[in-house]
């Protein structure tokens, strides 16, 4: 290959090599502020219908199952069929402008489309199932969801926050009973417990728990 | 650097090890052009092209950071099905076809997608294996060529506007009765579909009903009828054979049933089956094939030699008394005669589909005469309806259609223009037909020559029927809706009946209820669930040969016509992958290397290596050949195993209109096949045309020369085995500089049986199915960069003219010392604690290192963004599996999310996985069930008592990576009469190399 530059014009390069670098990092600090795919945390998501957990599961004592069939059984917690909402909205607020792409969507018209709150990339294998039998509670990764108007992430979903967890499970272990109980607060001798509960439901090692197979594949 | 061999692998490996070579190039000492080149990747612009690009791509990095994510989107069902469980596969029975036949099958679908077949344990074609063709049907579903409109003369119309012309032929021509209707259709082993064709011809009493497919059992039905007076079909019961001799006979691979025959035949092929059952199998064929290569002893003759030799074989049990020239050395004769004798009842003589209908009446003779019937030899009433004898159908069709007799012709699924015998001239007859529908999957050379096309629904969007090889009926169920808005055959057949309202399912369903009035949901529903209809295998038949038998038999045998010396003989096969050519739009058979030549995307004149000395043609030289005023030309390959003066051509290539995949790619040989010698001819003239065509071959990739890789020994050798003589210790040396691995609960393991495995390559797409591994193309793949995650390598043993060939399956080993792990810099080659060596696709910087060091070579490398050129093709994706991107290196990895899936199940119950419970997919699918996969924890493991064979070795133990994977030593039956007097004929009666032998084949 024959020599591309001449010398002086190498010093112009450098120079504006060096600018773009700079010009680069700045780019690289504003899309990761900007363009992440994922919904922002802590901040609710707008839904095509201000659906509430809090109405749902405080004011009406609904369990999570009830909508979320596929927990115990699955990777996917399940999204309720509109079948579901039917149930119950057929005969409440079966009028209520608010419901109206519901019933769009159950007479067959536009498919309701819900925003993900909670999405994760591509490579990471998370399984619903497998943490509900082992005592994780819902309201471990999801917060006070019975506090949310409109439904927002509490947890970053970085691998830190995954791991965090994976190295020491303890802190959170719950009896099965009280997987499901949003207002459960670690007692205060959860270490204690937990020890407890992670030799009973036979945990896997802190090694095996934070394999990369674990989540990833 | 280690001793390339230790003392621990002993003489018996040590004189193995001599006999190996693995392409002509190792064999001859020839430089092979095939062997990798380095890749032109030289790049020299000047500066105005280098600011320019430079600018372009920083430009285009702006544009592309600027792009905001969108939040992903859930879309509720309004109700869910029954079935599904969110996040959970869904498996449907359904059964796809293979040449017309039944092949029982789940077809797994994720939200409603099918992405994966698996075989049917129910089902008698597959008992839970399944072969390439039906592991590869899902990206034929998915494929974005397939016919999506019905079609007016080229141009976009509607199935009303199709029901519309056809009304208007009807009515044009009310009260002729269908005179001047013919109806086209490929095999029909669907008693719906034959009893819609029966509906048609009793509203039209006058049209007539054709078949025609090329891969058809013409030969089979007419020696039967030779035989016993009735067509019917015969099942062949492997895993009740002690001796089998095949006659050009490929039933491992080219048969409807060849899934069951390699089942059965494996059963007493594994290395570790007692040494009183185990099987002998002897081979003659022309093309060298997977049975071949199976064979315990193997000959190559010519395929119009065949007969001669099916006779001489004949008249020497005292079967027959028909005289021919004798072909087959005496010492053959004799011992495959006393190994017959001595096991009556328990022996196969079977021919291969290729062959004329008097070699297959000998063969049934020869099988009555040994007591065979009824014990290894079934015979039941035909599967297909109406098992007419397809060239002949064909002919009447196509004089018909030159006298101008007919008016309107219905071209169901059949490509003829394509694969009609090229003395029909079936196009030009085509031409004087007015009215002419074509039904098919794709815009087909057919198709393009009718007026009307109608896109056809794929088999996994129908409801159907169809019987086995063996007359087991199994219904067929969609696993997602047609996609193209495609009909079904019955659909079509329907509206000829005058029936347009009722669609697919009904109209399948109505003939059941007729059928099966009494109990038809019952029926259905189980039919359904099962995959198969509980007793419908037809009971064997009882038949007597005929009475005149040896007059018919005289009669039929020609005596063998004086041939030139050099005269050369054309054999045309069905090619490995593609079959007659119906599967060349898909990409992942394409580029899967065919087991013997391991050339992949195109077809070659397979030539041995003394013609091609003879004519001075090199590999990849283009030839003309002609024969019998035709001529094609077609790149020439040398191939050890071919007998010197024949040529073999796979049909299914030189396709003009099959897609974007497969138009292009090799030769046309129908060009050259013409009715009266559909599968061999003989007066072949072939000149070398100066030209090259590049061929991609896997064959030199891979090379690990002059190492102990395959071992095989014979029975004898076997069983006087110790672990330190025929194996190899897996921990070959406990001191290592390699950080110990961590273990845990599970040590997950593999064991391959080299004795047991054929070749076929059902594992590798079944693993580019289930992994989401992409296609590269002919022209990466030149460079060695195929994405296979398990190949299938060949190796040969003993001499270039009657070469045995070996196979190896070679996924990652799962080294527990990897090399692959410590040169990579970032940690994305590590180790689990189920042994389990896993590739972090999201740490992955593409360094290469890790391929760089891995002594197997089994690691892929995306050199470029090869998953989403298709758009249509995500929907075939496995949700399970990471989609990798450019850059990012991948390999096996023991199908991780079957593991964690079945893990997760299990633990959700609190308890230990089970021995077999985590089947990999490679494993689901190998029809000789070679590969097993287990813990090793697990001390009753099934991997473990494998791994506990004397036989059991890992590959380049002396390397001390301690592999999980291990394979058992391929273990062979020679006939002990036979294995001394041919070792004993090929010291004395080899040519010397660059000689032609002369002599007269007798002599041979």
Redesign the interface.
């Given at each position: 290959m024959s020599q591309v530059f001449s010398p002086r014009f190498a010093l112009v390069l450098r120079i504006a090599t060096v600018f773009v670098l700079a010009g680069i990092v700045a780019a690289a600090v504003v899309y990761r502020v900007n363009a992440r795919g994922d919904a922002p945390q802590d901040d609710p998501i707008e839904q095509p219908i201000p659906f509430s957990h809090q109405h749902h599961v405080r004011d009406d004592g609904i369990d999570c199952r009830y909508c979320h069939t596929s927990v115990e059984t699955s990777a996917f917690a399940g999204i309720p069929p509109l079948a579901t909402c039917m149930t119950c909205h057929a005969e409440l607020f079966n009028d209520a402008p608010v419901l109206a792409p519901l019933r769009e969507a159950y007479a067959g018209g536009k498919a309701l489309e819900w925003n993900r709150v909670h999405d994760l990339p591509g490579f990471v294998y998370f399984d619903h199932s497998i943490h509900i039998a082992k005592g994780v509670g819902c309201s471990t990764c999801h917060g006070a969801i019975d506090r949310m108007p409109l439904t927002r992430r509490v947890a970053s979903l970085y691998m830190q926050w995954c791991l965090d967890c994976h190295r020491n499970p303890e802190a959170v272990l719950r009896p099965r009973d009280q997987v499901f109980n949003v207002e459960w607060q670690p007692p205060r001798d959860q270490k204690q417990r937990g020890a407890q509960l992670r030799q009973e439901y036979g945990l896997r090692s802190t090694r095996e728990l934070t394999d990369c197979s674990t989540c990833h594949r | 650097m280690p001793p390339p061999v230790t003392e621990a692998s002993g003489s018996l490996a040590m004189r193995a090890r001599q006999r190996f070579w693995r392409s002509l190039s190792e064999a001859e000492g020839i430089p092979d052009a095939t062997l990798p080149r380095p890749i032109d990747t030289r790049f020299?612009?000047?500066?105005r092209d280098?600011m320019k690009l430079m600018g372009a791509s920083?430009a285009l990095a702006?544009v592309s950071?600027?792009?905001?994510?969108?939040?992903?989107?859930?879309?509720?069902?309004?109700?869910?099905p029954a079935e599904q469980?969110?996040?959970?596969p869904v498996f449907y029975a359904s059964v796809l076809p293979r040449d017309g036949y039944g092949v029982g099958v789940l077809v797994e679908t994720n939200m409603g997608r099918p992405t994966k077949i698996e075989g049917n344990p129910s089902h008698p074609a597959s008992l839970g294996a399944t072969g390439v063709i039906e592991q590869a049907a899902v990206l034929e579903l998915w494929d974005p060529d397939r016919s999506q409109t019905v079609k007016h003369g080229g141009t976009i119309a509607t199935w009303n506007d199709f029901l519309a012309a056809l009304q208007a032929q009807f009515d044009a021509r009310a009260g002729t009765k269908g005179t001047g209707l013919r109806i086209l259709t490929e095999t029909i082993a669907s008693p719906s579909l034959h009893a819609q064709i029966q509906s048609v011809l009793e509203r039209f009493p006058r049209a007539k009903w054709h078949q025609w497919q090329p891969l058809n059992d013409d030969n089979l039905h007419d020696a039967a009828e030779m035989v016993y007076g009735r067509r019917l079909d015969t099942v062949c019961r492997f895993d009740r054979a002690r001796i089998v001799v095949a006659f050009d006979g490929d039933f491992l691979d080219d048969a409807p049933a060849s899934i069951r025959c390699a089942l059965d035949f494996a059963t007493r092929r594994h290395a570790h089956a007692a040494a009183d059952a185990r099987s002998r199998l002897y081979a003659f064929e022309c093309t060298p094939t997977l049975t071949g290569a199976a064979a315990d002893h193997r000959l190559p003759i010519q395929a119009a030699d065949v007969g001669a030799a099916i006779a001489q074989l004949a008249r020497a049990l005292g079967a027959t008394t028909v005289d021919v020239a004798n072909v087959l050395p005496d010492a053959w004769i004799a011992a495959i005669v006393a190994d017959l004798r001595a096991n009556r009842g328990a022996s196969i003589v079977v021919a291969g589909r290729r062959q004329p209908p008097h070699v297959h009446a000998l063969a049934h003779v020869v099988n009555a005469h040994l007591g065979n019937v009824g014990n290894t030899i079934v015979h039941v009433p035909p599967a297909a309806d109406d098992p007419t004898n397809q060239l002949a159908s064909l002919r009447d069709l196509v004089e018909a259609m030159n006298g101008g007799a007919i008016d309107a012709l219905l071209i169901l699924g059949a490509n003829p223009v394509y694969t009609a015998p090229a003395d029909l001239a079936f196009a030009s007859a085509l031409a004087k037909v007015p009215f002419k529908v074509h039904h098919g999957l794709y815009v087909d050379e057919t198709a393009d020559r009718c007026d009307w096309h109608v896109p056809a629904a794929h088999p996994l969007e129908c409801f159907g029927d169809l019987r086995a090889f063996d007359g087991t009926l199994a219904l067929q169920q969609p696993g997602i809706a047609p996609l193209y808005d495609g009909k079904s055959a019955h659909e079509l057949l329907a509206a000829l009946a005058g029936d347009t309202t009722r669609g697919n399912r009904e109209l399948v369903e109505a003939y059941w209820q007729r059928e099966r009035a009494s109990d038809f949901a019952a029926f259905n529903d189980r039919a359904l669930r099962e995959g198969i209809v509980d007793g419908s295998t037809p009971e064997p038949i009882n038949v007597a040969l005929r009475g005149d038998l040896a007059a018919v038999l005289a009669k039929a045998t020609p005596s063998q016509p004086p041939r030139a010396a050099d005269d050369i003989e054309i054999v045309f096969v069905a090619d490995p992958r593609i079959g007659d050519g119906r599967h060349a739009n898909n990409a992942w058979l394409q580029e899967l290397p065919k087991p013997l030549s391991q050339l992949a995307w195109d077809n070659a004149a397979l030539i041995a290596p003394a013609l091609a000395r003879r004519y001075g043609m090199e590999n990849e030289d283009i030839v003309e050949i002609r024969v019998g005023g035709r001529r094609i030309e077609v790149a020439a390959w040398l191939m050890p195993g071919v007998p010197e003066r024949s040529i073999t051509l796979a049909l299914g290539f030189g396709r003009t209109r099959a897609g974007h995949v497969g138009n292009g790619h090799g030769v046309d040989a129908y060009a050259i096949r013409t009715s009266d010698a559909p599968w061999f001819a003989g007066g072949v003239a072939i000149t070398r045309t100066g030209r090259k065509h590049a061929l991609a071959c896997a064959q030199t990739h891979h090379a690990m020369e002059g190492r102990d890789i395959v071992r095989t020994f014979t029975l004898g050798e076997a069983q006087a085995c110790t672990p330190d003589e025929c194996g190899t210790p897996r921990y070959r040396n406990e001191r290592t500089l390699y950080e110990t691995p961590?273990t845990?609960?599970y040590a997950w393991a593999m064991s391959i049986d080299l004795s047991s495995c054929i070749g076929c390559g059902a594992c590798t797409i079944a693993c580019q199915a289930e992994n989401n591994i992409p296609v590269v193309g002919k022209a990466e793949m030149r460079n060695g960069r195929e994405m296979h995650w398990i190949r299938v390598d060949r190796y040969y043993e003993g001499d270039i003219a009657d070469a045995r060939a070996l196979f190896q399956p070679v996924p990652c080993m799962q080294c527990e010392h990897a090399p692959c792990e410590v040169v990579c810099p970032v940690e994305a080659s590590?180790h689990?604690?189920?042994g389990?060596n896993?590739q972090?696709?999201?740490r992955c910087v593409g360094t290469r290192f890790c391929s760089n060091n891995c002594p197997y070579k089994v690691r892929r490398f995306n050199f470029f963004q090869y998953t989403d050129d298709v758009p249509g093709l995500d929907s075939q994706r496995n949700p399970?599996?990471?989609?990798r991107m450019r850059g990012v290196m991948e390999k096996c990895?023991y199908c991780?999310?079957r593991i964690?899936n079945a893990k997760?199940a299990a633990?959700?119950e609190?308890r230990r996985l089970r021995d077999g419970e985590v089947v990999t997919a490679c494993q689901a699918a190998c029809p000789a069930r070679a590969i097993v996969f287990g813990d090793l924890a697990d001390a009753q493991s099934e991997v473990n008592r494998r791994k506990s064979s004397p036989l059991d070795y890992a590959l380049l133990a002396e390397l001390n990576t301690r592999p999980r994977t291990t394979y058992l030593a391929r273990v062979t039956n020679p006939s002990p009469a036979l294995a001394q007097s041919t070792q004993q004929s090929r010291r004395r009666e080899a040519p010397p190399a660059g000689a032609v032998d002369t002599r007269p084949r007798a002599d041979r």
């Open positions: - | 020299a612009p000047n500066r280098f920083i702006g950071g600027c792009s905001h994510g969108s939040l992903e989107k859930i879309v509720p069902y309004r109700a869910g469980t969110y996040g959970k961590p845990g609960p590590v689990d604690a189920q389990i896993v972090v696709y999201n399970e599996v990471t989609v990895n991780l999310q964690t997760i633990d959700v609190g």
